[in-house]
Every structure is written in structure tokens, then in C-alpha cells.
């Protein structure tokens, strides 16, 4: 019987043509799927971009020049469970052709110089272990330096990487602490959140930006839904921790759809920057 | 202490024992007026060498399980006993007061500090006032403005860490825990004044985090201090709460872990068999601690001293660059115990 409606549907769709949406749980052509940069046309639920796509889609073309690209993460830990956390690394690694889950480096967007980088939520899902935490702070410290604006588009629904432990734990401090000195120095940090973002990303780099957008629909918030049910043992509350309900409660400024997302960006940046597109050097006053 | 008399962890039961001996010894010889002095001394022996074996012998799960005993000093332990002239400061000006976070001015030895921490309570009615020291966002957003405050006075800041973890709830979500958290982690790394803080029991993830940005980080022995609590790593792992104990071991999340990631700074050695055995001690240990680290500190000049907070955090990780592993970060070989 089970075999059977398997066979059936493999009968009338044909791997590749066809995706199930998550939004709306139909079927979608997935051509159409793929001109709308992974957003489904009938409920405009926003699929996962790998951080490859999301250049694509976000930046000017072959403007994006990645730094630092060669940073690859060990196992401090010596973590084993059912499978290590060695053998997990190669194979994500084997699947998207990245060392780990964040590229960063310096791109345009729309003719404006900019800083930029991203978590990729298909290199186990967008965690933040030392490789992550090094390379968001070193784009932060280059955006401070060079006084460029920081844009950082946040995927990451495996919140801070366990199989690293506490020195993951400490990468929420260190990304904090740089994004920290940024702001004393009068730098712009655009956080742009993507579905999902969870946990100890979203409780440090992600939730402190300056300006604030989201994706529509995205699965953002600091415990993971299961977590809190089993904690309250009640059943949540509809559309809690989207972007709509963060919107609702003053977490974010915006919402964009993805299709709008670089004109809205370079929008924002030109309210803040300079003429020369840079950061403007303020005097220092005290410490604060 | 617990009003209920003390309560032993399974490893301790041979503790027990002998303990139990000891009353009974002694409730005869006060009956029966012997002397039975000599055989009471060589129990007590025979129970702190025990001790000392099972101490030298802990697990991780073990450990942890310590650092959550009914019996450990908790913040009102250290505000009464470490500090002086504790005044409370309530409130976080947005939403409420909440209780698992405590905070105020207080004096340590001739010092006028302000101290920030985790509340656990000491009975079931404290328990449930504190929410087991499980923070909602007006807690850490309370924590950051009596910091602030301190910065505006130049008063020295120190926290105690000891919570399960920040509240995960529909309402902690609803006020942005995790943007709360988050902005105590770049505020705390602006302030300017002297920061200590201390791991005294437990150090869950993000909820730790939240007011654990300092100049110094201690831990006591017998602390743990984790990216996520060992019962959510073995449901993660193995879908079942009951391999705590050997995610505790994988997780790497004891003092002596932490010191070897660079994370921690000082071990602040417990009574042995751990701060409940004798909380009065363990109080007056850290108490010790707090006073040396900031004599430390307040000998930098303070430009100095926050390149030294900044170079700190900005050291912590480990992986490979042009394929070389970045080891020098971790100290290789053990920390004395
Ligand atoms: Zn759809």
C-alpha cells in the first residue's frame, strides 16, 4: 500500500519539476520557484538561500570579493555522539563546497561600497562555532576600520554550534563585544534575518543591529518552539516568533520581501552614510 | 541551610552512612554518658578521607550534579556573607521586577560595589518568587541599567552566575529575550568600570552569558558552565533526557574545561565534597577571590585593562587558518584541581 502511492507519486511528479512549499504545503513549479529567487509565488513563503544564492540575489554582480575564505573549523572537543562532530564537518562540507557555515568579504549594492556577510543555514544549519564567531568578528572589525557599512544577512537556526561547547557559547560574546566597539565608533550594521534564526545567533550579532529588517514569515526568536512547549506545556500562540509577530512587538523595523531587499538596503545605507558612501568620523565623546 | 536537615546525592550515600553513625555514636554517648571521643574522631577521619576519594573521582554529570544541590550557597548566601550593607535596586523602568535577577549596591571588604545575581532561593516559596533563576527579559534589562548606573558612579561590578538557563515562555519571547540578551552583551562590554564575574552553580548558555561580560571570569570548582544544559544535549543527541550524564562528559563544561579554553580565568577551589558540605567557607573563599581580582584590577589603568577585555574575547576559539590550527589559544596539559 505505502509502496504504492510512493510509486504513484514519483509517477506524476518527477524529481526536480515539482517542491513542496512549506508556506502553503502545495505543489510548486519549481522554475517558478527559482525565478522568484526561491520565494514561492501563490503564499510568498521565503525558501533558504545558500550564502552562494544569496550573494547572487542581494549584491552587484561580480562585485563580492570573499576575505578570510580559507578559516576551517577543528574539534576542540573531541565531540562523539552517534556520529562525530568530524564527520558531520566533512560531510557538510563535502554537500556545499564551504569550510564552514559564514562567508564574508566586501561587495556593492546598488554602486555603494559595503561591507558584507552571511550565514549559510544549509552548512548545518547556519551554527556558529569558532569559524563562524572569528569570521563575523574580523568583518566587523574590517567595517570599523575601513568605515563601510555592515550589512549581515543572518540564517541560522542552529543558534550557537554545541559540538563546539562553551567556545561557541563565547562567540556570542566576541561578535558582541566587536559589534561593541563598532558602534562607539559611529559605525552602520544593517541585520537582516532570515528564516530561521535562532538561539544564541539571534540573542547576540543578529538581534543587534543598528537597523533591523527581516524576511517575511521568518522563524525568529531565543528558544526553539518544541523547547517552549515542553516548557509550558500548552500549545503556542498562532504565527508566534515570525517576523510579523517581532514586527508587532517593536523588534524589528521592517519587514522586506526578498525581491525588494537590495533597493530597500541601499535605501537605509544612504540615510547614514557620507558623501563619499563611507562612515562618518565622529569626534569621540567619553566612553559611552 | 535547608530547614529539612542535608540531602545527599546518590555518590555521596557512603557520606551518608558514616554521618548517620556519627549521630548515632553520639546520641548514645550523651545518654550514657561513655566517652566515646576516640571512635567519634577516627569517623569524621574515615568520612573526610572519603570525601577527598570521592572528590578526586567526580564525573562531569557528577559535578553538575553538585552545582545544583539543594544545599549550595545561592545568591542570598553570598549578599549576606561575602558582601556587607546590601541595598536592593528593583525594577527595569519597561516592564517589571523580576525576581530570578537580584541587584544592588553593596559594600565587599572597604569597597562600594554593585553586585548582579542570579537568585535561586532557598525554599520552595523563594524557589517559585525566582523562577529556579530562570530570568525573563526585564531581568537582564534590570541587570544592564543598575550596570549602567554603576559606570555612572565608577563603581566596581560584580556578578554571580547561577541559572539553568534564561526562561524560555511565550511572554519571554513576546518582550525579545534574545534582543535583551544580546544588547547586555555589547553594553556590558562598553562599560568601563571593573567587571568580575563568577560561575558560582550554574552556568546555563545564553542565560549565563547575559550578565557574564567582564574584566575577570571565575568559576567555582564544582560550577559548570555550558553552551546548553546536559538533559537538551542528550534529548538533542540520543532523543531522551536520560543520557544527561553522558552529554555532561562530551559537552566539556567543568571549571577545568573552561580553563583550558581560556575562558575562565581562576578556579576558585570548594570545600572538599563540595560548597554544601560547608557553605560558610565556600562563601568566604570567593569572598577572598573578589577582593584579590579587583586589587588586580584597580592596579591597571583602565585604558589598558578594557584592550585586555576586548583581546580576551577576541582570543577565544579554535580552528585552523592556511590549514594551521590557531592551538596557541587553548592551554595544552592540566590546571590543578
Ligand atoms: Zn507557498
Redesign the interface.
Known amino acids: 500500500m505505502f509502496k504504492r502511492i510512493r510509486f504513484r507519486k514519483k509517477k506524476e511528479m518527477p524529481p526536480g519539476l515539482f517542491l513542496r512549499c512549506p508556506g502553503c504545503a502545495n505543489m510548486q513549479y519549481k522554475q517558478d520557484v527559482d525565478e522568484r529567487q526561491q520565494v514561492c509565488p501563490e503564499c510568498n513563503f521565503h525558501f533558504e538561500l545558500s550564502s552562494r544564492e544569496r550573494i547572487a540575489h542581494l549584491l552587484d554582480e561580480d562585485s563580492f570579493t570573499e576575505m578570510?575564505g580559507?578559516?576551517?573549523?577543528?574539534d576542540?572537543?573531541n565531540?562523539?555522539?552517534?556520529k562525530a562532530y568530524k564527520d558531520r564537518i566533512e560531510a557538510s562540507q563535502a554537500a556545499t563546497g564551504l569550510k564552514d557555515a559564514c562567508v564574508v568579504g566586501t561587495a556593492e549594492l546598488e554602486g555603494k561600497p559595503v561591507a558584507f556577510g552571511c550565514t549559510d543555514p544549509k552548512f548545518m544549519r547556519g551554527s556558529m562555532?569558532?569559524?563562524v564567531?572569528?569570521k563575523i568578528?574580523r568583518i566587523i572589525e574590517h567595517a570599523t576600520e575601513e568605515r563601510l557599512p555592515l550589512i549581515f544577512v543572518s540564517g541560522s537556526g542552529g543558534g550557537?554550534?554545541?559540538d563546539?561547547?562553551?567556545?561557541?557559547?563565547?562567540?556570542?560574546?566576541?561578535t558582541?563585544?566587536?559589534?561593541?566597539?563598532m558602534?562607539?565608533a559611529g559605525g552602520l550594521f544593517v541585520s537582516v534575518l532570515t528564516n530561521p534564526t535562532m538561539?544564541?545567533c539571534?540573542?547576540?550579532?543578529?538581534?543587534?543591529g543598528d537597523i533591523t529588517v527581516a524576511e517575511p514569515k521568518a522563524l525568529?526568536?531565543?528558544?526553539?518552539p518544541r523547547?517552549?512547549r515542553d516548557?509550558?506545556k500548552a500549545d503556542?500562540?498562532e504565527g508566534?516568533?515570525t517576523s510579523e509577530?517581532?514586527l508587532e512587538?517593536?523588534?524589528l523595523d521592517m519587514i522586506v520581501n526578498r525581491g525588494e531587499l537590495r533597493a530597500k538596503l541601499a535605501e537605509l545605507i544612504g540615510f547614514c552614510v557620507g558623501e563619499d558612501g563611507k562612515i562618518v568620523k565622529k569626534p569621540r565623546r567619553g566612553?559611552? | 541551610m535547608a530547614a529539612s536537615g542535608p540531602s545527599y546525592l546518590d555518590f555521596e550515600q557512603p557520606i551518608h552512612e558514616i554521618e548517620q553513625k556519627i549521630e548515632e555514636l553520639e546520641t548514645f554517648a550523651d545518654s550514657t554518658q561513655l566517652d566515646l571521643g576516640d571512635q567519634i574522631a577516627q569517623l569524621r577521619l574515615l568520612r573526610d578521607d572519603l570525601r577527598r576519594d570521592i572528590q578526586s573521582r567526580l564525573t562531569p554529570w557528577q559535578r553538575v550534579q553538585i552545582a545544583r544541590h539543594p544545599g549550595r550557597p545561592v545568591a542570598a548566601d553570598y549578599l549576606e556573607g561575602a558582601f556587607t550593607d546590601f541595598v536592593e535596586l528593583h525594577g527595569d523602568r519597561t516592564f517589571g521586577d523580576d525576581g530570578a535577577i537580584a541587584t544592588g549596591f553593596a559594600k565587599l571588604g572597604e569597597r562600594r560595589v554593585l553586585v548582579v545575581a542570579h537568585r535561586k532561593g532557598k525554599t520552595t516559596k523563594d524557589r517559585i518568587a525566582c523562577n529556579f533563576g530562570s530570568a525573563h527579559p526585564e531581568g537582564y534589562r534590570k541587570a544592564i541599567l543598575k550596570m549602567q548606573l554603576a559606570e555612572k558612579y565608577g563603581l566596581p561590578v560584580i556578578t554571580l552566575i547561577d541559572t539553568p538557563g534564561?526562561?524560555?515562555?511565550?511572554g519571554?519571547?513576546?518582550?525579545?529575550?534574545?534582543?535583551i540578551?544580546?544588547?547586555n552583551?555589547?553594553?556590558m562590554?562598553?562599560l568601563?568600570v571593573p567587571v568580575i564575574c563568577t560561575v558560582i552553580g550554574e552556568g546555563g548558555?545564553?542565560g549565563a552569558?547575559g550578565i557574564?561580560?567582564g574584566d575577570r571570569m571565575l568559576m567555582l570548582q564544582n560550577a559548570y558552565?555550558?553552551?546548553?544544559s546536559p538533559e537538551?544535549?542528550s534529548s538533542?543527541?540520543?532523543k531522551t533526557a536520560e543520557k544527561a550524564s553522558?552529554a555532561a562528559a562530551?559537552?566539556?563544561?567543568t571549571a577545568k574545561?573552561?580553563k583550558r579554553?581560556r575562558?575562565v580565568d581562576e578556579i576558585v577551589p570548594e570545600p572538599v565534597g563540595g560548597a554544601h558540605t560547608d557553605p560558610a567557607t565556600a562563601v568566604d573563599t570567593v569572598r577572598e577571590a573578589l577582593i584579590r581580582t579587583l586589587d588586580e584590577l584597580e592596579a591597571l589603568e583602565t585604558e589598558q585593562r578594557l584592550e585586555m577585555?576586548?583581546a580576551k574575547?577576541?582570543s577565544?576559539?579554535?580552528?585552523?587558518?592556511?590549514?594551521v590550527?590557531e592551538a596557541r589559544r587553548?592551554e595544552v596539559g592540566s590546571t590543578a584541581d
Open positions: 578570510w580559507d578559516l576551517a573549523p577543528t576542540p572537543l565531540f562523539k555522539a552517534k562555532g569558532s569559524v564567531g572569528e568578528t550557537a554550534r554545541m563546539e561547547g562553551a567556545l561557541s557559547l563565547m562567540q556570542m560574546a566576541k558582541s563585544a566587536a559589534l561593541a566597539r558602534d562607539q538561539g544564541g539571534m540573542a547576540s550579532f543578529a538581534a543587534l525568529l526568536g531565543f528558544a526553539g523547547v517552549i516548557t509550558i503556542l500562540p508566534f516568533q509577530f517581532l512587538h517593536g523588534f566612553a559611552g | 534564561a526562561f524560555p515562555g511565550v519571554a519571547e513576546e518582550r525579545g529575550q534574545a534582543f540578551i544580546a544588547r552583551l555589547l553594553e562590554a562598553k568601563t548558555s545564553g552569558l557574564g561580560i558552565y555550558s553552551v546548553i537538551g544535549c538533542i543527541l540520543w553522558e562530551i559537552l566539556k563544561l574545561d573552561l579554553f575562558i577585555r576586548y574575547l577576541r577565544i576559539g579554535v580552528f585552523l587558518e592556511d590549514g590550527l587553548v
